[in-house]
């Protein structure tokens, strides 16, 4: 343990009036932090000691710095992001606030990109104030996906040690989720969760629960046909490629019974229809991760909190669930592609003759 490499964590700051950067300094407190993992907070040096007066939190050390090379292992750094002078406005949402939680992102995310940080933890962001020219997404998942994708799509985990939770659709209202919900979509995500379950939470066979679109899972198609004519059939593909799915079940009895206990993950239609129970079970604990993308992104379950900024009532515990998440997936990520790879150099003959050549491409993973 001594020799392993500490991971570097980037944290951004989040929505600067709101309660990012208290579930930050509270869960970097605790000195023994710095001997797990590196922790690096994208932000403003006065804005964070701004909330820690207000809130009268103990000094947190911080090695501030501008230029990422200076990043020192073992402290807790801090990458001074800020362009202009911050005004605090504690639960307000503002254009200025918007501003400062994208400029620490988009430095985080460029980082990551270069090596400077292993992996990424986001404090919550207002949707609304971030939007700019250069931010046009609905929210964090959306942008990682374009910004960091390379052409791989994301899917959204909810998780604790209770219950993993993915979605279909995300940031979709209410009145269209029907037009996202197709056979490709459903099959495109369950094939997406199975994957992640392996590879980021090392779990051999998962077991998915596929949950239904309408109430009563469609009633035989009294209240409607997507679980007949969607969701089942989706379903029945995945099982045919090996995935083990089982469903669709409807929500309300599901969750009401306990069910999810007897599954690996839960696979959500939609938003409210899986992040309402999810957060019900495991809200100060939970934890969202973006599966999907080559890079490691987690944050917290709860929002800006505005309500309660700035009166030393946040929770820290979700956040420092995101950090201990998003080290265990990356060394999770690590061991899985090193079980997975192929040691055995593929055999073709040589269109020229009949002679035997060695090919040294690794044969990879298939689900």
Known sequence: MANEKLIRVGITQGDTNGIGYEVILKALQNQQMTELFTPVVYGSAKTASYHRKALELQPVSMNVIRNSADIKDGVNNLVEVANEEVKVELGVSSE??????????????????????????????????????????????????????????????????????????????????????????VLDKLFAFNRSLKSDFGIVRPRIAVLSLNPHAGDGGLLGKEEQEVIAPAIAEAVEKKVVAFGPYAADGFFGNEMYKHFDGVLAMYHDQGLAPFKTIAMESGVNFTAGLPYVRTSPDHGTGYDIAGKNEANEQSMREAI??????????????????????????????????????????ED
Request: charged share 30%; hydrophobic share 40%.
């Open 96 to 185: 200025i606030a918007g501003r400062a939680a994208f400029d620490a992102l988009e430095r985080a995310v460029t980082d990551l990109k270069q090596g400077y940080i292993d992996v990424l933890v986001t404090a919550p962001i207002n949707k609304k104030s971030i939007q700019s020219e250069q931010f046009t997404f609905p929210g964090h998942t959306e942008y990682l996906e374009a910004s960091i994708g390379d052409g791989d799509k994301a899917l959204m985990i909810l998780f604790s040690d209770k219950i993993r939770v993915a979605l279909v659709t995300t940031h979709v209202p209410v009145s269209r989720i029907g037009e996202y919900i197709t056979k490709e979509a």
């Open 324 to 365: 201990y998440a998003a080290i265990d997936i990356y060394r999770n990520r690590c061991n899985y592609a090193e079980m997975t790879q192929n040691p055995l150099r593929r055999m073709y003959f040589d269109k020229s003759g009949d002679k035997e050549v060695l090919d040294l491409t690794k044969v990879e993973d």
